[in-house]
């Protein structure tokens, strides 16, 4: 037992000797919960998850023996944790709706049963390595949690339990271990989120993420086992744009943390996530969801935290073969955390009062994102999406710029796009995506063979029509020639008829990649197709008037991705309205 | 230990003093603090440990003589006591009565930093509140439980607009307002302060007014109380009483000002412009405590204004305050010197909880395209006045001259009204579609043909080319 020495905010120096750093403390009358950050002779420096207040130099501090870790097994999917595991439904029921100090309130139910079933290789004697799948439980209709032998044990298996149901804590399996010790393995396992998960070997990323959003997947795609980030200025459309992905993406399990933003996006998130069906199960998107919240009025080393018990969360179902993604909104309270602990602490701040570890601390969170063999042989992913939240919208500043040399996929969002109601806000000139060519083999195989052709076009056609924008901004739109014009507007189309798509449209808030396709194709169609009258002297603006070019841009909130049928149908009749046209100027000669 | 006097200050500097051998002191407690003229003041414990205590002293330590300073540690944080009778009350900064009327006794006193809500009782505000302003109805909605702050600048008219808000808002379908105000002013003249209890006298409301006032001359440390007790008195009013609470607070930035000249004392790390790393958790701190909770009655709106120094939505103050608040409403000094009120930017304005108030079951069901359409029309007007500037009103397009004057229509009509006149949504609705008349509907994408059919008036008329 030792004593507190001194309270500074979330930091108490204790007299305490024989702790490690990293190992949690009790202290205080209330019993808050911290962890060591530092030692000095007898006494540790500790961070606390809880509010300080009221404590006092002279209360009793304990060290408890192991590091902040997370509780892995049955009864984490549709459910929310704080920034350290604790289940907030189960607070709230025992500490009402706020959260009182020093509740303690274990992370999975403690009497609930689950049907298990072993697995039939298991027998008696088999050796057992940690990874190894040891049965299964059905936690949701969509979701099989598969239960995993805790990867620090390597021994011998001397029983497995018989099918049936168990709660988290009775023993469902002895092992012998390689130093003769037995050990009695439950449901769930502990495991510490500061150390990644051990796993075979890395393996390539080669499917794309598809999330639905045609800005995302068709034009800046991300692979599963990917790194992301969403840098933008304060409602530029960072959390709709990682709701819409933990929506509609074809993982099988996602994690959303919040950290260190609002409450009210959380409760979003719990309310619609249970009524939407996953569009590749058709089962409730709560199923494959499980939510992590700190949010910015809660404390501010337990935010710190919810990053890594978020990705340790994700590691263990990657553990179990499947794909999981990650969102994390934002990255930026996470490092604001960070800063405000080595200031206290009155470590040397190097660039806006970030300590210098900043970059090495982001760069290994981001590492541990990435396909993988796992222990046991099978394949799982983790891709890791990341808010940024800069000061000022400036993409200078210290997070964004580490963050930027990290990731592969940068969405970077625009405040004139948002100002202009341009949803997703995403600036197709600053964004960029390393995972092109392998995306694009995907696309070729799956989709359509001429889609890197089409994106390639597209992308070309929008840095062309800038060039022009800045011409028109100086001297009128009238200066430029009909197929300028003709340029412009297919830029136009480009950007409402496809890059634009509102989360808030029922029909257009998700695009399967086929309808991704055709919708792009329509439009480079229609340029293509008035771009040889224009070449042949029909003026431009006598294509502006087509009443096509505002029906096409209607069309992705018209069809929806099971009716491409009827969509492609349209598309057919394009080249007939410009036949007509091209009729009227075969009789007349060309106007300039 | 609340009654022990300990007379063992060994230094002083700026707000704060270090006691020496006082043991057992509790982080965070409320100190009383007698100096040699017998005068008093409040301070609080930051800082602790076995040999000193760190204080913060509210009136600051001028003219403190160490020998001769007395200090009460009182055991216990910043409480406010509560009960029905705070209603129509004035208060100080600290929640002591500044009107001459007496304290109020109750047993129920609250520590005015609150707990934490937990995320998962909240309840997602979706109820639309209307607050008879167009440019915020119509483009910005407001709904019952969000924290929607003012961007303002000096001299812009945030107080007229904030008044009319609180005279005007209610639910839709209801007749009278059914809200309580709560009202905090901090580091504000007395003249603004006496501006808002005039409107709230002339409404009729003053009998459902709470007023925390930390006026411009006033000790600057009790301006980090100031929001803090008055929202301890809204959740009160909302959780405890049921009642809906609007609750008004100005001027943000001078509590940011506050709280950087406190950290500076401190000796904390600076971030930006000097304020402190914790500025962000500390402003969240405080919005956050606006919104709805499960199987409760009331709720808690905050509208905060904030003065955006050199009009710069960048500095921190502001954009700290956009990362965490549900959107802004921004108001622009242009549109006020070419006589618009209220002169609302609707473009940098935002609401994010609008997608969920409005609407079919909420306002009306073409309501969304609507207001999207104007955002996008309105931006494409600004963009063609712009370059109408460089090249000449009579070199645009056809198309583009019917842009340039939506966009003089529009400010004037639609952002304009007077300061007295309370639109219903249905009159913003309808005026809304009026004004995108005068663009062709093929300009009208956002919208669908249907509410184009039923809505759009469009009388192409005969140009001169
Ligand atoms: N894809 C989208 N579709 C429709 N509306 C959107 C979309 N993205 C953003 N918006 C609009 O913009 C608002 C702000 O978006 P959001 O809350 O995601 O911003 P943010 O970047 O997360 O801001 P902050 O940093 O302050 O959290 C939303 O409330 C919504 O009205
Ligand atoms: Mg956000």
Same mark, same amino acid.
């Not at chain 1, 930026?332 to 009062?353: D, I, T």
């Given at each position: 037992?030792?004593?507190i020495?001194?309270i500074?905010?979330?930091?108490?120096?204790l007299?305490?000797?024989q702790?490690?750093?990293?190992?949690?403390?009790?202290v205080g009358?209330?019993g808050?919960?911290?962890?060591?950050?530092g030692?000095?002779?007898?006494?540790?420096?500790?961070?606390m998850?809880?509010?300080?207040?009221?404590?006092r130099?002279g209360?009793a501090a304990?060290?408890?023996?192991h590091?902040?870790?997370?509780?892995?097994?049955?009864g984490l999917l549709n459910?929310i944790?704080?920034?350290v595991?604790?289940?907030?439904s189960a607070?709230r029921?025992?500490?009402?709706?706020?959260?009182?100090?020093?509740?303690e309130v274990?992370?999975l139910?403690?009497?609930?049963?689950?049907?298990?079933?072993?697995?039939?290789?298991?027998?008696p004697?088999a050796?057992?390595?940690?990874?190894?799948?040891?049965?299964?439980v059905?936690?949701?209709?969509?979701?099989?949690?598969?239960?995993?032998?805790p990867?620090?044990?390597?021994?011998e298996?001397?029983?497995?339990?018989?099918?049936?149901e168990y709660t988290?804590d009775?023993?469902?399996?002895?092992?012998?271990?390689?130093d003769?010790s037995?050990?009695k393995?439950?449901?769930s396992?502990?495991?510490?989120?500061?150390?990644?998960?051990?796993f075979?070997?890395r393996?390539?990323?080669?499917?794309p993420?598809?999330?639905g959003q045609?800005?995302l997947?068709?034009f800046y795609?991300?692979?599963?086992?990917?790194k992301a980030?969403i840098p933008?200025p304060?409602?530029?459309g960072?959390?709709m744009?990682?709701?819409q992905?933990?929506?509609?993406?074809?993982a099988?399990?996602?994690?959303?943390?919040?950290?260190?933003?609002?409450g009210?996006?959380l409760?979003?998130?719990?309310?619609?996530?249970?009524?939407?069906?996953?569009?590749?199960t058709?089962?409730?998107?709560m199923?494959?969801?499980?939510?992590?919240?700190?949010?910015?009025?809660?404390p501010?080393?337990?935010?710190?935290?919810?990053?890594y018990?978020?990705?340790?969360?994700a590691?263990?179902?990657?553990?179990?073969?499947?794909?999981v993604v990650?969102?994390?909104?934002s990255?930026?309270?996470?490092?604001?955390?960070?800063?405000?602990?080595?200031?206290?602490?009155?470590?040397m701040p190097?660039?806006?009062g970030?300590?210098?570890?900043?970059?090495?601390?982001?760069?290994?969170?981001?590492?541990?994102?990435g396909?993988?063999?796992t222990?046991?042989g099978?394949?799982?992913s983790?891709?890791?999406?990341?808010a940024?939240?800069?000061p000022?919208?400036d993409?200078?500043?210290?997070?964004t710029?580490?963050?930027?040399?990290i990731?592969?996929?940068?969405?970077?969002?625009?405040?004139?796009?948002?100002?202009?109601r341009?949803?997703?806000?995403?600036?197709?000139?600053?964004?960029?995506?390393?995972?092109?060519?392998?995306?694009a083999?995907?696309?070729?195989e799956?989709?359509?063979?001429?889609?890197?052709a089409a994106?390639?076009?597209a992308l070309e056609?929008?840095s062309e029509?800038?060039?022009l924008?800045?011409?028109?901004n100086?001297v009128?739109?009238?200066?430029l020639?009909?197929?300028?014009r003709?340029?412009l507007?297919?830029?136009g189309?480009i950007?409402?008829?496809?890059?634009q798509q509102?989360?808030t449209?029922?029909?257009?808030?998700?695009?399967?990649?086929?309808?991704q396709y055709?919708?792009l194709?329509?439009?480079?169609q229609i340029?293509?197709?008035g771009?040889k009258?224009v070449?042949?002297g029909a003026?431009?603006?006598?294509?502006?008037?087509?009443?096509?070019l505002?029906q096409?841009?209607?069309?992705?909130?018209q069809?929806?991705?099971?009716?491409?049928?009827a969509?492609?149908?349209r598309?057919?009749?394009?080249p007939?309205?410009f036949?007509?046209?091209?009729?009227?100027?075969?009789?007349?000669?060309?106007e300039v | 230990?609340?009654?022990?006097?300990?007379?063992?200050?060994? $230094?002083?500097?700026? %707000?704060?003093?270090?006691?020496?051998g006082v043991? *057992?002191?509790a982080a965070?407690?409320r =100190? /009383?603090?007698?100096?040699?003229?017998?005068?008093?003041?409040?301070?609080?414990?930051?800082r602790?440990?076995d040999?000193?205590?760190l204080?913060?002293v509210f009136?600051?330590t001028?003219?403190l003589?160490l020998?001769?300073?007395?200090?009460?540690?009182?055991?216990?944080?910043?409480?406010?006591?509560?009960?029905?009778?705070?209603m129509g009350r004035?208060?100080?900064?600290?929640?002591?009565?500044?009107?001459?009327?007496?304290p109020i006794?109750s047993?129920e006193?609250?520590?005015?930093?609150?707990?934490?809500?937990?995320?998962?009782a909240r309840?997602?505000?979706?109820?639309?509140i209307?607050?008879?302003?167009?440019?915020?109805d119509?483009?910005? $909605?407001?709904t019952? %439980?969000?924290?929607?702050?003012?961007?303002?600048? *000096?001299g812009l008219?945030?107080n007229? =607009? /904030?008044?009319?808000?609180?005279?005007q808002?209610?639910?839709?379908?209801?007749?009278?307002?059914?809200?309580?105000?709560?009202f905090?002013?901090?580091g504000?003249s007395?003249t603004d302060?006496?501006f808002?209890q005039e409107?709230?006298?002339?409404s009729?409301?003053?009998?459902?007014?709470?007023?925390?006032?930390?006026?411009a001359?006033?000790p600057?440390?009790?301006r980090?109380l100031?929001?803090?007790?008055?929202?301890?008195?809204?959740?009160?009013?909302?959780?405890d009483?049921?009642y809906?609470?609007?609750?008004?607070?100005?001027?943000?930035?001078?509590?940011?000002?506050?709280?950087?000249e406190?950290?500076?004392?401190?000796?904390?790390?600076?971030?930006?412009?000097?304020?402190p790393?914790?500025l962000?958790?500390?402003l969240?701190?405080?919005?956050?405590?606006?919104?709805r909770?499960r199987?409760?009655?009331?709720s808690i709106?905050?509208?905060?204004?904030?003065?955006?120094?050199?009009d710069?939505i960048?500095?921190?103050i502001?954009?700290?305050?956009?990362?965490?608040?549900?959107?802004?409403?921004?108001?622009?000094?242009?549109?006020?010197?070419?006589?618009?009120?209220?002169?609302?930017?609707?473009?940098p304005?935002?609401?994010?909880l609008?997608k969920?108030?409005i609407g079919?079951n909420y306002?009306?069901?073409?309501?969304?395209?609507?207001?999207?359409?104007?955002?996008a029309?309105?931006?494409?007007?600004?963009?063609?006045?712009?370059?109408?500037?460089?090249i000449g009103a009579?070199?645009?397009?056809e198309?583009d001259?019917r842009?340039l004057e939506?966009?003089?229509?529009?400010?004037?009509?639609?952002?304009?009204q007077d300061e007295?006149?309370?639109?219903?949504?249905?009159?913003?609705?309808?005026?809304?579609?009026?004004?995108?008349?005068?663009?062709?509907?093929?300009?009208?994408?956002r919208?669908?043909?249907?509410?184009?059919a039923?809505?759009?008036?469009?009388?192409?008329?005969?140009?001169?080319a």
């Amino acid at each position: 037992m030792g004593k507190i020495v001194e309270i500074n905010g979330p930091i108490v120096r204790l007299q305490l000797p024989q702790t490690v750093i990293g190992e949690q403390v009790r202290v205080g009358a209330l019993g808050l919960v911290g962890e060591v950050i530092g030692r000095d002779g007898d006494t540790a420096l500790a961070q606390m998850y809880e509010n300080t207040e009221g404590l006092r130099p002279g209360e009793a501090a304990e060290g408890l023996g192991h590091a902040l870790s997370v509780e892995l097994g049955p009864g984490l999917l549709n459910a929310i944790f704080d920034g350290v595991q604790r289940p907030l439904s189960a607070v709230r029921a025992k500490s009402g709706d706020r959260i009182a100090r020093g509740v303690e309130v274990a992370a999975l139910p403690r009497d609930r049963r689950w049907a298990f079933r072993p697995e039939a290789r298991h027998e008696p004697e088999a050796r057992l390595e940690g990874g190894d799948v040891l049965g299964t439980v059905q936690e949701t209709t969509s979701i099989e949690h598969r239960i995993l032998v805790p990867p620090d044990v390597h021994g011998e298996l001397l029983e497995i339990a018989p099918a049936g149901e168990y709660t988290v804590d009775e023993t469902i399996a002895r092992a012998r271990l390689r130093d003769g010790s037995i050990r009695k393995l439950t449901l769930s396992h502990r495991w510490p989120v500061r150390t990644p998960r051990p796993f075979r070997r890395r393996d390539h990323a080669v499917k794309p993420l598809i999330t639905g959003q045609r800005i995302l997947d068709t034009f800046y795609p991300l692979l599963k086992g990917g790194k992301a980030a969403i840098p933008g200025p304060f409602g530029a459309g960072k959390t709709m744009l990682q709701q819409q992905i933990a929506r509609w993406c074809n993982a099988e399990i996602v994690i959303y943390v919040g950290c260190g933003e609002r409450g009210n996006e959380l409760t979003d998130v719990l309310e619609f996530m249970p009524e939407l069906k996953d569009p590749h199960t058709g089962r409730p998107l709560m199923e494959r969801t499980l939510l992590v919240a700190n949010t910015s009025n809660m404390p501010v080393v337990a935010r710190e935290a919810s990053i890594y018990v978020g990705i340790t969360l994700a590691e263990y179902f990657r553990d179990q073969g499947y794909d999981v993604v990650m969102v994390a909104d934002s990255t930026s309270r996470w490092a604001e955390a960070l800063r405000e602990v080595a200031g206290r602490l009155g470590q040397m701040p190097v660039e806006e009062g970030y300590p210098a570890y900043l970059g090495s601390r982001l760069a290994s969170f981001y590492e541990r994102a990435g396909r993988v063999e796992t222990l046991s042989g099978g394949h799982g992913s983790v891709t890791l999406i990341g808010a940024v939240s800069p000061p000022g919208g400036d993409f200078s500043e210290p997070v964004t710029s580490h963050t930027k040399e990290i990731i592969q996929t940068f969405w970077a969002l625009s405040k004139e796009l948002a100002d202009a109601r341009h949803y997703p806000a995403v600036d197709w000139l600053e964004s960029f995506s390393g995972y092109v060519p392998s995306a694009a083999k995907w696309w070729a195989e799956n989709v359509d063979p001429q889609w890197e052709a089409a994106r390639n076009e597209a992308l070309e056609l929008l840095s062309e029509s800038e060039e022009l924008a800045r011409i028109v901004n100086l001297v009128g739109v009238e200066a430029l020639s009909s197929e300028q014009r003709w340029t412009l507007e297919a830029a136009g189309l480009i950007k409402e008829g496809v890059l634009q798509q509102a989360a808030t449209d029922a029909v257009d808030s998700f695009a399967s990649p086929e309808k991704q396709y055709v919708l792009l194709d329509a439009m480079l169609q229609i340029r293509a197709q008035g771009m040889k009258l224009v070449k042949l002297g029909a003026p431009a603006r006598r294509l502006l008037q087509l009443p096509l070019l505002a029906q096409a841009r209607r069309w992705k909130s018209q069809y929806p991705s099971e009716e491409m049928a009827a969509l492609k149908a349209r598309i057919a009749e394009i080249p007939g309205i410009f036949e007509r046209v091209a009729l009227e100027y075969a009789e007349r000669p060309a106007e300039v | 230990m609340k009654n022990i006097e300990y007379r063992t200050a060994t $230094s002083a500097q700026g %707000g704060l003093i270090v006691m020496s051998g006082v043991p *057992g002191v509790a982080a965070g407690t409320r =100190v /009383a603090l007698r100096d040699h003229i017998g005068r008093l003041r409040n301070g609080l414990v930051i800082r602790v440990s076995d040999e000193a205590v760190l204080v913060e002293v509210f009136e600051g330590t001028e003219a403190l003589d160490l020998e001769r300073t007395w200090v009460r540690f009182l055991d216990e944080p910043f409480t406010l006591p509560l009960s029905r009778d705070i209603m129509g009350r004035i208060f100080n900064g600290a929640g002591q009565p500044r009107d001459g009327r007496p304290p109020i006794i109750s047993r129920e006193r609250r520590n005015i930093n609150g707990e934490a809500l937990n995320p998962a009782a909240r309840a997602y505000p979706r109820e639309f509140i209307q607050t008879g302003i167009s440019a915020i109805d119509g483009m910005n $909605s407001l709904t019952r %439980g969000q924290k929607l702050p003012l961007f303002s600048g *000096g001299g812009l008219p945030h107080n007229r =607009v /904030a008044a009319q808000i609180v005279r005007q808002a209610k639910l839709l379908g209801e007749e009278a307002s059914d809200f309580v105000v709560v009202f905090a002013a901090f580091g504000v003249s007395s003249t603004d302060a006496r501006f808002f209890q005039e409107s709230f006298e002339e409404s009729g409301v003053l009998n459902r007014v709470v007023m925390f006032l930390n006026l411009a001359d006033e000790p600057v440390i009790e301006r980090l109380l100031t929001p803090r007790a008055a929202l301890t008195a809204a959740e009160y009013l909302a959780y405890d009483l049921d009642y809906h609470v609007l609750v008004v607070m100005t001027d943000m930035t001078a509590y940011a000002e506050a709280l950087r000249e406190v950290a500076v004392l401190r000796g904390d790390v600076p971030a930006r412009k000097g304020y402190p790393g914790y500025l962000y958790s500390d402003l969240a701190e405080i919005y956050e405590r606006a919104g709805r909770i499960r199987e409760r009655r009331g709720s808690i709106t905050m509208i905060p204004v904030l003065s955006m120094p050199s009009d710069d939505i960048t500095h921190p103050i502001p954009d700290l305050t956009g990362y965490i608040t549900e959107g802004q409403i921004v108001l622009s000094r242009e549109l006020y010197n070419q006589g618009v009120y209220p002169p609302v930017a609707v473009l940098p304005s935002l609401s994010r909880l609008m997608k969920d108030g409005i609407g079919k079951n909420y306002t009306r069901e073409d309501h969304p395209h609507l207001a999207s359409q104007l955002f996008a029309s309105y931006a494409k007007a600004l963009e063609v006045r712009g370059l109408a500037a460089i090249i000449g009103a009579e070199e645009l397009s056809e198309a583009d001259r019917r842009f340039l004057e939506f966009a003089d229509a529009f400010e004037r009509r639609f952002i304009g009204q007077d300061e007295d006149e309370d639109r219903s949504i249905y009159e913003t609705l309808n005026l809304a579609w009026d004004l995108l008349s005068m663009l062709p509907p093929e300009q009208l994408i956002r919208v669908t043909e249907e509410e184009l059919a039923r809505y759009h008036k469009w009388q192409p008329t005969v140009e001169v080319a």
